[in-house]
């Protein structure tokens, strides 16, 4: 067994963390919100620093086009195709033992959004959705949890600590998500590895300050920037909180209204995500499909190739409909061949 004084030596010489600081991250409980390139350098960074619980939420599992950017995984989680959350939480737990990683292979919507991010001390952004990121900021804003907006697409980031009641939330800034293709992703323009870097590590930075209770030291700017054209520019959000905002103003909390997303394509990525109303029996699919076409299978998901699509088959009730982005397509795919 390793010591903390062995792991952490480095932390308790640095001044703002300490001995002291040291015990509150072992005291704190983060949650991430994607496990994709942003969130599974966030989640190494929680872990290695020694943050005592560590929630994992990612709906996908690991392909090959994940291994450029996200740096947690590897071809074996590629080729066996594991669910994101259950891969990282192999490799973070092998990290360090003494913290508690908790993986959950799910969906965040306005259903569950309040019972998975609510009993932490702090939300992180690994998400690459805007419409996610709008209800973690209504969840956040609610119930008085802060939470690190982070994003990464071609060489560009930009990064905001928001703190409810101490500063503007993210509908003060931009009162609306952008609409479907208005947003570049990284399907449609590429993303470089070390901009994932980048941001993730400023926005573990501001999580250490939060958790050991450093407030002065907390980011107060909204950061854009661009590691190929070599820019970088900050701007003071400290004054831009809005009495009109829906959210924190308002206290209006639209994202978390119920809200229609049985079918939605998944943007650049020709994917379309069907959520059915009940948890699938995988082991009563397998020889059904089977008979259909080629099928995969891991104790996660079932993947199975059908004219020309791929079906990828979740537990909790949901497929991912490769080959198409269309929703009615899809849901008539998931109607032929699942059966509901």
């Known amino acids: 067994m390793i010591s903390d004084q062995e792991r952490y030596s480095r932390q308790f010489l640095f001044p703002p963390i300490g001995v002291a600081g040291q015990e509150k991250l072992r005291a704190s409980r983060v949650v991430i919100v994607g496990l994709g390139a942003l969130g599974s350098a966030l989640s190494q960074h929680m872990v290695r620093a020694g943050v005592g619980f560590v929630r994992l939420i990612d709906r996908d599992y690991v392909e090959p086009s994940n291994l450029q950017r996200q740096m947690l995984y590897d071809e074996q989680d590629a080729l066996q195709s594991l669910p994101k959350a259950e891969a990282a939480a192999i490799h973070l737990r092998a990290f360090n033992s003494s913290v508690h990683v908790e993986p959950l292979v799910t969906d965040v919507t306005w259903r569950n959004a309040e019972k998975l991010l609510t009993d932490v001390d702090l939300i992180l952004d690994g998400t690459d959705n805007f419409e996610i990121r709008y209800l973690i900021n209504d969840v956040a804003i609610k119930h008085k949890i802060p939470w690190i907006y982070g994003g990464a697409v071609s060489a560009r980031g930009v990064l905001l600590p928001v703190i409810p009641e101490n500063g503007p939330c993210l509908r003060c800034l931009f009162p609306e998500p ?3 293709g208005d947003a570049p992703t990284c399907d449609t323009v590429g993303v470089i590895g070390p901009v994932v870097d980048v941001v993730a ?63 939605i394509s998944l943007c650049g990525r020709n994917t379309v995500q069907v959520t059915l109303g009940s948890p699938l029996d995988l ?4 020889p059904r499909l089977s008979a259909l076409g080629r099928v995969r299978r891991n104790p996660f998901l079932l993947r199975a190739e059908i004219e020309g699509k791929r079906l990828t088959l979740f537990p909790d009730g949901r497929v991912l409909v490769q080959g198409t982005d269309d929703p009615a397509v899809a849901r008539s795919l998931c109607a032929r061949f699942v059966g509901v």
């Open 178 to 180: 952008p609409g479907p």
């Open 201 to 263: 590590s400023l926005q573990a930075a501001e999580a250490l300050k939060w958790l050991v209770g450093d407030r002065d030291h907390l980011r107060r700017t909204l950061l854009h920037l661009d590691l190929w054209d070599n820019e970088w520019s900050e701007i003071s959000v400290s004054h831009a909180r809005r009495p009109d905002c829906p959210t924190c103003g308002l206290r209006r909390f639209d994202f978390l209204s119920p809200r229609e997303r049985q079918a």
């Open 283 to 286: 082991d009563a699919l397998e």
